[in-house]
Nanobody
Framework: VQLQASGGGLVQAGGSLRLSCVASGMSSSRHVMSWFRQAPGKEREFVSAHHWSGGRTFYTDSVKGRFTISRDNGKNTVYLQMDSLKPEDTAVYYC???????????????????WGQGTQVTVSS
């Protein structure tokens, strides 16, 4: 599985960005597709996930109501729409994909084998 993330950039606080992650090499769409982020000196943290079964979505509390994850299986692409961005959202954002992951592990980056290269998001105050 190869993942290609894009869409990062520099934006002022309150602005919006949309990240995209295109997947290739997946034998089926039965993967959880997720976004994580990592700020300098900090551990990689969960942001959002889209489950293949029923399209269930998950968010970390700090982005609820501001970020929206969506998925286009026909294009093998997952999106992260980020609105009302804050300086504390500044990080490198990574997309990840994993098949067969249980719900209780979705938020743990250690349970993902497939990662994109990361895209920088910088929010200025």
């Amino acid at each position: 599985v190869q993942l290609q993330a894009s869409g990062g950039g520099l934006v002022q606080a309150g602005g919006s960005l949309r990240l995209s992650c295109v997947a290739s090499g997946m034998s089926s769409s039965r993967h959880v597709m997720s976004w994580f982020r990592q700020a300098p000196g900090k551990e990689r943290e969960f942001v959002s996930a889209h489950h293949w079964s029923g399209g269930r979505t998950f968010y970390t509390d700090s982005v609820k109501g501001r970020f929206t994850i969506s998925r286009d299986n026909g294009k093998n692409t997952v999106y992260l729409q980020m609105d009302s961005l804050k300086p504390e959202d500044t990080a490198v954002y990574y997309c990840a994909a994993q098949a067969g992951i249980i719900l209780s592990s979705i938020r743990n980056y250690r349970h993902y084998d497939n990662w994109g290269q990361g895209t920088q998001v910088t929010v200025s105050s």
